[in-house]
């Protein structure tokens, strides 16, 4: 018997339904040890998926789970947007190609048809004047990108959240360290990003994300996104999928993800 069965006998007029949540988690939990090695590894995805460079054979493996495809094909600048970088299917709905030289794009031919979809781990996209995004393969010179310089700051005993949103002010993430000087004389000791996550329209707020692990295109790149305050602490904040047909990531997979907060 579950402990919470215990601690709350009026629940046990439920216990049908909790277990039935409870073993599914389970049976997830089991799924992910014998395909990826854990819930830890699984949730490590973003160094498996999208574009992962291997120095030491100078090659790039890009991978995504695609497991409803029936071919996949990369695609973007460099071949015309034709279809003449097939993936090879591996396991677990895994879909992969060896590159030497930097690709973008990403075409998936599905059971509902033919579509183009932006590589759900891109961690940069851009809109194109036809109002959709290309996601760009992101990965400037050494010289060229951003360095940590500082240590993480203490944990505070509290916090007093200062709540923001950069592309709804019309700032970059350059301009917007300007701020935090008076932010912080304010007494705020945390920052929450909420349209930091890369979205198709400035209305929404940042809610109908479109690529979940990268920055917001319109405020600068992922390098200057770096150079404001370092992640300190995570709150739990759902964002919810772009619905758009020429946006969206649904037919490749949905999940949430969690907004950081950044100390000052």
């Not at 069965?5 to 049976?27: C, T, W, Y």
């Not at 970088?85 to 590159?99: D, K, N």
């Not at 772009?242 to 946006?247: G, P, V, Y």
Request: charged share 30%; glycine share 6%; proline share 5%.
């Amino acid at each position: 018997m579950l402990g919470i069965f215990k601690d709350d006998p009026e629940l046990r007029a439920h216990e049908s339904q909790i277990m039935r949540r409870v073993n599914a988690f389970r049976g997830w939990k089991e799924q992910f040890r014998k395909a990826e090695g854990g819930i830890e590894a699984f949730a490590e995805g973003y160094k498996v998926f999208g574009f992962q460079r291997h120095e030491a054979e100078k090659k790039w493996i890009f991978t995504e789970w695609l497991p409803a495809a029936k071919r996949v094909f990369l695609v973007g600048d460099f071949n015309g947007w034709e279809k003449t970088h097939p993936l090879t299917r591996g396991e677990f709905g895994r879909w992969s190609i060896e590159l030497a030289d930097r690709r973008d794009g990403l075409r998936v031919e599905a059971d509902c048809g033919t579509f183009d979809r932006v590589p759900a781990w891109a961690k940069f996209a851009e809109k194109t004047a036809l109002n959709v995004y290309n996601g760009v393969m992101w990965e400037p010179p050494p010289i060229e990108r951003y360095v940590m310089r500082h240590a993480r700051p203490p944990r505070p005993r509290s916090l007093k959240i200062y709540e923001l949103r950069v592309a709804s002010a019309s700032c970059t993430y350059l301009e917007f360290k300007a701020f935090l000087p008076r932010i912080k004389s304010l007494g705020y000791n945390a920052l929450q990003f909420l349209d930091v996550a890369e979205h198709s329209e400035s209305r929404v707020l940042g809610r109908h994300v479109t690529s979940f692990f990268a920055a917001s295109s319109r405020c600068g790149t992922p390098d200057e996104l770096k150079e404001t305050p370092r992640p300190t602490a995570r709150v739990s904040r759902e964002r919810r999928l772009c619905e758009q047909k020429l946006d969206r990531l649904n037919a490749l997979l949905c999940f949430a993800m969690l907004c950081s907060s950044l100390l000052l």
